[in-house]
């Protein structure tokens, strides 16, 4: 499904109705809710209106869980740092307890340690979870369902931080991998969610904005066998739902 907007304002609204509606319900059926944040400066909005009074009265902080779907190699205080922006629009602004944020740690020996250790993570959340939301795909592979994953997409149709032409794109076994630096902006060394790992998600929310992602997603949504070799972000298949909140302006 794809939602049209004037501005990254509406969009952003949009994103929280979601996030809003998404948490009230897995809390009611499961007891918590788990949400993947996306980086990069797209989501901060959504992030700034999450934790506006109106909107954090509405969730269940306690018993929701803040993933990331990608982070830089780079120190948690640096400006560039995802965890850093979600902190300072969203995390520190609300009543979340420190043991549910589960941050994408760096500073190891080296990103690939860092990729290990957040698999181990998860695996280990999920397991404490009694397993609920878990699920397995054809190969059988026991992977978790996260409940809402957000997700950005940049003007070259990267996703998270799966950029094209990488042979993370053909990752069947990993659900969490290193990606060497050179690419993405800041070009740093990155660790990332694979795309087994997004598309076990129950629902995944692209948030864009401008003409041209606005052009890629035209591509994905018109040609996508030609989307799927170009665009990452073609690659989102989620088991679940699939929403595009497209602003017009940047």
Not at 27 to 44: E, H, N, Q, Y
Not at 83 to 107: E, Y
Not at 112 to 135: I, N, P, V
Not at 196 to 222: C, Q, Y
Request: hydrophobic share 40%; aromatic share 8%; glycine share 8%.
């Amino acid at each position: 499904m794809v939602r049209e907007f004037t501005n990254i304002q509406q969009a952003s609204s949009a994103a929280v109705a979601y996030i809003v509606d998404l948490a009230g319900s897995a809390v009611r059926d499961k007891g918590f809710f788990t949400l993947v944040l996306a980086g990069g400066s797209t989501p901060r909005q959504t992030y700034e209106l999450l934790s506006a009074a109106a909107n954090a009265e509405q969730m269940p902080w306690q018993q929701c869980h803040f993933f990331w779907g990608d982070e830089r190699w780079l120190p948690a205080n640096h400006p560039e740092s995802n965890f850093c922006m979600a902190d300072k629009a969203l995390l520190s602004r609300v009543p979340i307890p420190a043991h549910n944020i589960h941050r994408i740690t760096t500073g190891h020996k080296n990103p690939e340690t860092g990729a290990e250790l957040y698999e181990r993570h998860l695996r280990d959340f999920f397991h404490l979870q009694g397993r609920a939301g878990m699920k397995s795909n054809v190969k059988d592979m026991a992977i978790p369902s996260f409940d809402l994953v957000l997700l950005g997409m940049g003007t070259d149709g990267h996703t998270a931080s799966l950029f094209p032409g990488s042979s993370l794109l053909e990752e069947k076994k990993k659900w969490v991998a290193a990606v060497p630096e050179g690419v993405g902006s800041p070009p740093v060394a990155r660790i990332t969610l694979t795309l087994p790992l997004l598309n076990g998600a129950e629902n995944v929310i692209f948030l864009t904005s401008g003409s041209r992602k606005r052009a890629i997603l035209d591509t994905i949504l018109t040609r996508p066998e030609e989307a799927v070799e170009l665009y990452p972000a073609a690659r989102i298949k989620p088991a679940g739902n699939l929403v595009w909140l497209a602003s017009a302006e940047g």
